[in-house]
């Protein structure tokens, strides 16, 4: 079975990249959703636990529950997903444990007390409570006796060039401004704040708020975590961030071909010289992506993979008994016109994770 290595050491040179760029180790929570990020969330949460950072976000009440322990504060982005009133009702009694809260339709069904953050709109029109539904909001919580532990939002510029990064930065903040004289008006306690994600905090050097009361309490650090930065080139920005996974895979058979004989289905491939084949164990059903004829694809060790990848195995020029197919998925996201998120999330939940 293919495995996923997980260099800690990496891990820590990331965290005290990102600590070095905030100056305050309390202004780092980290993001778990999706198995952190196909990582592996149980690896990866223990990991921040060293580091005893004390906030986490997570995609849904099971990825809540696997790291309870770990964190004093986990919130749950979409709580509506993989939803299981067990697990519901277990996350509702859990002290350090929030619900994200994108509606005000959702926002009606919660029972009384239950721990929310209100999540809103500051341009991006994705998902979240505008700003002119704050009023109902607030009625709805104090109806209900909801305790706000927070408010925010999701800045979905943090890549690009633009002037829209400092707009949504803007809107965010006249929200803030109406949340804060909403928690007067309904003498409930100024929420934390967050807007920020990886990107967002390395361009944030420029943008901060001078107004401490309305200031972001920390970064929602997600891709930077694991090793990489989407940003746009023009910034210049060069953190030397480390990945922290690498796909190993471990050999099935090994064949001998002679110059001109083909692989796999229907001859995709065609070996130009004398040369040993060998298939090794993992495939687009493990969630590894289709390597299609006319992509050129090396594993680390530089051994060339062979179009078209099956179901559950590839072929590459090696006979050794594992190869490393990437230690740096960066290669493999350009081959595919994508980026790195989505090559790691589709790993498979049951490849082994191992933490070196």
Not at 35 to 54: D, F, M, P, R, V
Not at 262 to 281: A, F, H, M, N, P
Not at 307 to 313: E, K, Q, V
């Amino acid at each position: 079975m293919p495995c996923l290595k997980i260099n800690q050491n990496h891990f820590f040179h990331n965290y005290q990249i990102l600590k070095n760029l905030v100056k305050n180790e309390d202004k780092i929570a980290i993001v778990l959703k999706d198995n952190a990020y196909g990582h592996g969330i149980l690896e990866i949460a223990t990991l921040a636990h060293q580091k005893s950072i004390k906030n986490a976000f997570v995609k849904n009440m099971q990825e809540a529950l696997c790291i309870q322990h770990l964190f004093e504060n986990i919130s749950i982005l979409y709580p509506q997903s993989c939803f299981l009133q067990t697990h519901f009702e277990t996350c509702l009694k859990a002290p350090n444990i929030f619900f994200c809260v994108a509606s005000l339709d959702f926002l009606k069904t919660l029972p009384n007390n239950t721990q929310i953050e209100l999540k809103v709109n500051s341009g991006m029109n994705r998902n979240g409570i505008s700003k002119q539904e704050l009023q109902e909001a607030f009625n709805i919580i104090t109806q209900k006796n909801l305790k706000l532990k927070g408010v925010f939002t999701h800045n979905g510029y943090g890549d690009d060039l633009g002037a829209e990064f400092f707009s949504q930065n803007l809107q965010f903040l006249l929200i803030k401004q109406e949340i804060l004289q909403l928690t007067k008006s309904f003498n409930i306690p100024l929420p934390r704040f967050h807007s920020l994600s990886s990107s967002g905090a390395f361009k944030d050097n420029i943008t901060h708020n001078p107004d401490d009361l309305l200031s972001d309490c920390f970064y929602r650090f997600g891709i930077a975590f694991y090793g990489y930065l989407c940003i746009d080139s023009v910034f210049n920005l060069k953190p030397n961030l480390k990945p922290i996974a690498s796909l190993w895979a471990y050999k099935i058979s090994t064949c001998s071909l002679l110059k001109g004989q083909t692989i796999g289905y229907s001859g995709t491939s065609k070996v130009l010289e004398d040369t040993q084949i060998s298939t090794y164990d993992i495939g687009y059903g493990d969630g590894f992506f289709r390597i299609k004829e006319g992509m050129e694809l090396k594993t680390k060790e530089g051994y060339k993979i062979y179009p078209r990848a099956s179901m559950d195995c590839i072929s590459i020029q090696s006979i050794q008994e594992e190869v490393c197919i990437f230690e740096d998925v960066s290669a493999f996201a350009k081959a595919f016109n994508t980026i790195p998120y989505e090559i790691l999330v589709h790993l498979h939940s049951y490849i082994p994770k191992k933490i070196i």
